[in-house]
């Protein structure tokens, strides 16, 4: 749940069933009085079964609404607002006073950071290091297989413009001259 940019009296709603996937995304009106709705945050009451939605009002003043179905919604009453204080450490892009709090189990945690944090490359398939005698042909793979952190695989082409070529110092130029005359692309680098 989110407001609607913080400049209508809606929120933006849609269901999870793994906090990955979303669907049903919907747009509903949260109060009839046209206030605006600024940083929504809902808490779930088992006793009651009704969920509380907390939010700022463009007006100043800080409103609860409930549902029981995200259908209807109570009238909003005046309340102190309920979010609560972000304190952990969030990316340059976040904004603490967007961001939220909410519990999760270690395994909901694994999988959200598996899918949404940092994203890098952990194997190279395809591109291992090659000692080559002198006179001998080389050829570099035209693509190779890259595992990503959050378990995608995917291609990657132009190796051959990527690759570092090392030489024996003394024989530098003669090898230079060699593998550009070859063909060897002038991206790639010879050291």
Known sequence: MASVNNSKDQIFLCDAKDLIFFENERVLTLNKKGIVVKNSMVSYDSENKMYHVYWKGGD??????????????????????QKEEVTADLPAY??????????????????????????ESVVVH?????????????????HVEVEYSDGSAAKMGGIAEKAV???????????????????????????
Do not use: C, M, W
């Open 94 to 119: 976040a904004q603490k006073e967007e961001a939220a709090v909410f519990e999760l189990t270690q395994e909901e945690y694994d999988k959200i950071h598996k899918k949404y944090g940092k994203i």
């Open 60 to 81: 100043g003043n800080s409103y609860l609404t409930t549902t029981e179905d995200f259908s209807s919604f109570s009238d909003p009453e005046k309340t102190e607002y």
């Open 165 to 191: 070529i090392k030489v024996p110092k003394t024989k530098y130029k003669k090898y230079k001259k060699l593998l550009r005359g070859k063909g060897l692309s002038k991206k790639a680098k010879i050291s």
């Open 126 to 142: 395809g591109a291992e290091d090659r000692v080559i005698k002198e006179g001998e042909q080389v050829e570099l793979p035209k």
